[in-house]
């Protein structure tokens, strides 16, 4: 079972920018690929940004030119830095990762932003 640990979510102005960050429990599984969904309250979950394991990233529409995803291959770690950030953006963000055809997710972090 591997278990995904985020952190960094809190509440912050509108503009301002926070360092969301996930560590799976296990450094001996292959991940291939890890990412950030989102869920606001009434509303579906949704992907924000992904990253395979050879780097390649995508983006929401949405984010796109102010959130960044990286992961740091020998830590199993993924990270979300957010820029920019708007009232829009507050949702509870969740860590995934697909590891041979399963995904798993994180319990989830809040992240606020107040206008």
């Known amino acids: 079972q591997v278990q995904l640990v985020e952190s960094g979510g809190g509440l912050v102005q509108a503009g301002g920018s926070l360092r969301l960050s996930c560590a799976a429990s296990?450094?001996?599984?292959?991940?291939?690929?890890m990412g950030w969904y989102r869920q606001a309250p009434g509303e579906r979950r949704e992907m924000v940004a992904g990253?395979?394991?050879?780097?390649?990233?995508n983006y929401a529409d949405s984010v796109k030119g102010r959130f960044t995803i990286s992961r740091d291959g020998a830590t199993n770690m993924v990270f979300l830095q957010m820029n920019s950030l708007k009232p829009e953006d507050t949702a509870v963000y969740y860590c995934?990762?697909?590891?041979?055809?399963?995904?798993?997710w994180g319990q989830g972090t809040q992240v606020t932003v107040s206008s």
């Open positions: 296990r450094r001996t599984y292959v991940i291939n690929q």
């Open positions: 995934m990762a697909l590891i041979s055809y399963t995904t798993y």
């Open positions: 990253i395979t394991s050879g780097g390649t990233t």
